[in-house]
Nanobody, 124 residues
Framework: QVQLVESGGGLVQAGASLRLSCVDSGRTASSSSMGWFRHAPGKEREFVAVFSLSGTPSYAGSVKGRFTFSRENAKNTVYLQMDSLKPEDTAVYYC??????????????????WGQGTHVTVSS
């Protein structure tokens, strides 16, 4: 069974970096089916970074060039390296996984499993 556990959030100043980790402790999800989403106060949950159907990382425009999505299959872990953080990056960040690796990776409704979320707060 897929069990996703995120870590690495925190409170940082603008311009700082954080690295989020997500471990599939159930060791059943394909890393190709995983992605990162975030939910900011007053906004809808949105995609941050996913693996496209071709297997390459794909980013939301607001984070492209600042965030890096990677995986370490031997550890059943995906990472989100976040650099040059901005106050508008403040949100709860969620790791998610799909049962089907061919479903639309950009659609939140494609994801069947979600972690508990980790808080990221960026002060100005």
């Amino acid at each position: 069974q897929v069990q996703l556990v995120e870590s690495g959030g925190g409170l940082v100043q603008a311009g700082a970096s954080l690295r989020l980790s997500c471990v599939d402790s159930g060791r059943t999800a394909s890393s190709s089916s995983m992605g990162w989403f975030r939910h900011a106060p007053g906004k809808e949950r949105e995609f941050v970074a996913v693996f496209s159907l071709s297997g390459t990382p794909s980013y939301a425009g607001s984070v492209k060039g600042r965030f890096t999505f990677s995986r370490e299959n031997a550890k059943n872990t995906v990472y989100l390296q976040m650099d040059s953080l901005k106050p508008e990056d403040t949100a709860v960040y969620y790791c998610a996984a799909r049962r089907s690796i061919v479903s639309n990776p950009y659609n939140l409704n494609s994801y069947d499993y979600w972690g508990q979320g980790t808080h990221v707060t960026v002060s100005s």
